[in-house]
């Protein structure tokens, strides 16, 4: 079992930038792949960038592509999203969570609130 928590939200200015960290406890946190997903006021929650395992393969959605940079750092259990060039539509719950199975997050942090201010 993995129990996450995100830290590094806050308010920010448009055009201002971010560091969400997600620390995972356990010994096992290389183990999985990891990702990074937000939920907005009166929305579905959707994916935002996920990382492999070993570090491999940062993927993000068109939508932030470009402006957010997922990275891990497993000596230290942490998961990391680098968010710059933020837009007011970029507001939400930041969550973490850990992929179990192909297309599958079976582990959720309790989200930490980014607010973008135009």
């Known amino acids: 079992q993995v129990q996450l928590v995100e830290s590094g939200g806050g308010l920010v200015q448009a055009g201002g930038s971010l560091r969400l960290s997600c620390a995972a406890s356990g010994r096992t946190f290389s183990s999985y792949a990891m990702g990074w997903f937000r939920q907005a006021p009166g929305k579905e929650r959707e994916f935002v960038a996920s990382?492999?395992?070993?570090?491999?393969?940062?993927y993000c959605a068109d939508s932030v592509k470009g402006r957010f940079t997922i990275s891990r750092d497993n000596a230290k259990n942490t998961v990391y999203l680098q968010m710059n060039s933020l837009k007011p539509e970029d507001t939400g719950v930041y969550y973490c969570?850990?992929?179990?199975?192909?297309?599958?997050?079976?582990?959720w942090g309790q989200g930490t609130q980014v607010t973008v201010s135009s």
């Open positions: 969570a850990a992929r179990v199975a192909q297309s599958y997050y079976g582990y």
């Open positions: 990382i492999d395992r070993s570090g491999g393969g940062p």
